[in-house]
């Protein structure tokens, strides 16, 4: 079966850090690049981070960078997202989203998406 | 960064009627090389991930019911769903991805059934 299935969340105070996971199946992993993308309680869709196919372009949006660390382990079909400094507005339900389209021929919207795992900073 | 704006914020249509849903981007998402809009739809009910609809401004994703099209080039699209259905209640979002250091979405259009 083709998912995506994160790990990871939990309660965390502010200031600390937490790691999550994103465990992949069903399709060529490493053909395709993969992203994070959070919600915040009763908010809309945030794009977090992302990773080309072969980890040659990262890119992170302005409210992580420097925060966050992506990272991907082929051999594991897994992703990673390294969350340090947390704050509250970091509150959010975390989703790994597949890119579209293999490797040189990617595209980053994002056609296969987990079901979460929620983070809550509070102290 | 590209900001996306959608258009309204909510909507209530009657079962079997229309509904159209607006983005607009602060720039164009157009490529001159490919002629593609880096634009993209997606539903998300509630409880449940976003699900792909639309890519390329106008290209239906597989499976997608054909009542759901996109339309629009540039910076100014439409998400437009011809015969409203009963499971077709959601929050819909635009996103662009012209931008890939920095993608973003619309703020999202809720559909309700009047």
């Known amino acids: 079966e083709v998912q995506l299935v994160e790990s990871g969340g939990g309660l965390v105070q502010p200031g600390r850090s937490l790691r999550l996971s994103c465990a992949a199946s069903?399709?060529?992993?490493?053909?395709?690049?993969m992203h994070w993308v959070r919600q915040g309680p009763g908010k809309g869709l945030e794009w977090v981070s992302g990773?080309?196919?072969?980890?040659?372009?990262?890119a992170y949006a302005d409210s992580v960078k420097g925060r966050f660390i992506v990272s991907r382990d082929d051999a594991k079909n897994s992703l990673y997202l390294q969350m340090d400094s947390l704050r509250a507005e970091d509150t959010a339900m975390y989703y790994c989203?597949?890119?579209?389209?293999?490797?040189?021929?990617?595209?980053?919207?994002?056609?296969?998406w987990g079901r979460g795992t929620l983070v809550t900073v509070s102290s | 960064d590209i900001v996306m704006t959608q258009s309204p914020d909510s909507l209530a249509v009657s079962l079997g009627e229309r509904a159209t849903i607006n983005c607009k981007s602060s720039q164009s998402l157009s490529y001159t090389t490919n002629n593609k809009n880096y634009l993209a739809w997606y539903q998300q009910k509630p409880g449940q991930p976003p699900r792909l609809l639309i890519y390329w401004a106008s290209t239906r994703e597989s499976g997608v019911p054909d009542r759901f099209s996109g339309s629009g080039s540039g910076t100014d699209f439409t998400l437009t769903i011809s015969s409203l259905q009963a499971e077709d209640v959601a929050v819909y979002y635009c996103q662009q991805f012209y931008s890939t250091s920095a993608l973003t979405f619309g703020g999202g259009t809720r559909v309700e059934i009047k």
């Open positions: 069903g399709f060529k992993f490493d053909d395709h690049a």
């Open positions: 989203a597949k890119g579209s389209g293999r490797r040189s021929f990617s595209y980053w919207y994002f056609d296969l």
């Open positions: 990773t080309s196919w072969n980890s040659g372009i990262i």
